[in-house]
């Protein structure tokens, strides 16, 4: 996935200047999915560009992923989001420019706005301050697409957390119907991944009767469904209820990192030599060692992806557990 990102955004990345003193663009994607924006003759931005508005002091950061879906928009022409201009005087100066329409990919969150942060792009290719426009730095790109694939890669705790669009909810649930399983990158869409797991996590969930497969535990706020072979590993299996296990979120948690594991033969193994390191982590998982995860009522486990994941397909780093002093 961070190729295609890389890709995509090498060719057609633009940083466009985005003034909160003169428009709330934050508000206006809250209401729009798409606004207009004043272009330059010197810009050569494209139908099918990307562009990332750049919010200017205090944000001082990327704030949001763009597709350029039409220009040379006349004036008369443009979306009536005059509420969101705080600058009135700034929208009648850009009436004799063309416009271009932005539609909205992805809405950066707090944590992204500081990890795309001025200073974050000035060590990756940016000299300045963005003002106006300008082409994505070819370092730059690296760093959004790290950032995105982090994004839409997320675990599935937080992606059953996550924005959904209702109606991809519904065409993944009659995928699962249709038992086909794929998702792909190329067309996903910012809620693409908590869509899909919307669906994923109902076919998962009531398989296993809404039930912890390892601890039993039923309590709803505590589950997850957690793929076996992870969701950035394989596009063609990510809506597949037998690439999914119902677990508790520790569970799940410890499932990811590495901390157990769950054999062909439908068993626990739990890593006691990393266990051991915090004590309290061991009293709760050491029990759960050999234990053999409940049946489900349909799509077991396929022990082709247990077999890919205990391979190594996991990649997410493993915190470090304290010693004791």
Known sequence: MLRIVLDSLSMTGWIVASNAKTFDSDAAFAAHPEIDWSETASAHIHRGDTVYLYGTAPVSGLTHECLVVKTGIPFEQVIDDREFWRDEGALSDR????????????????????????ARLREHGVRSAPQGRMRVPGDTATLIASVLQTSYSSGDVEAESADVDVAEVARCREAIRDNQYGVTDQFATSKTRGSAQRAFAEAVK???????AVTGIRTRAFLVASHIVP??????????????????TLVDRAFDTGFLSIGADLCVVVDRKRVALDPALEALLVPLDGKRIEAPRAAPPRAEYLARRNAGFVRLDAPQANKKD
């Open 95 to 118: 009436n004799i420019r063309g416009w271009m329409r932005l539609r909205l990919i992805h809405t950066f969150s707090e944590v992204e706005r500081e990890m795309l942060s001025l």
């Open 206 to 212: 009531q398989n296993y009767g809404h039930r912890c």
């Open 231 to 248: 969701w950035a590993e394989d596009e063609s299996i990510r809506l597949d209820p037998s690439n999914g296990i119902c677990l508790s």
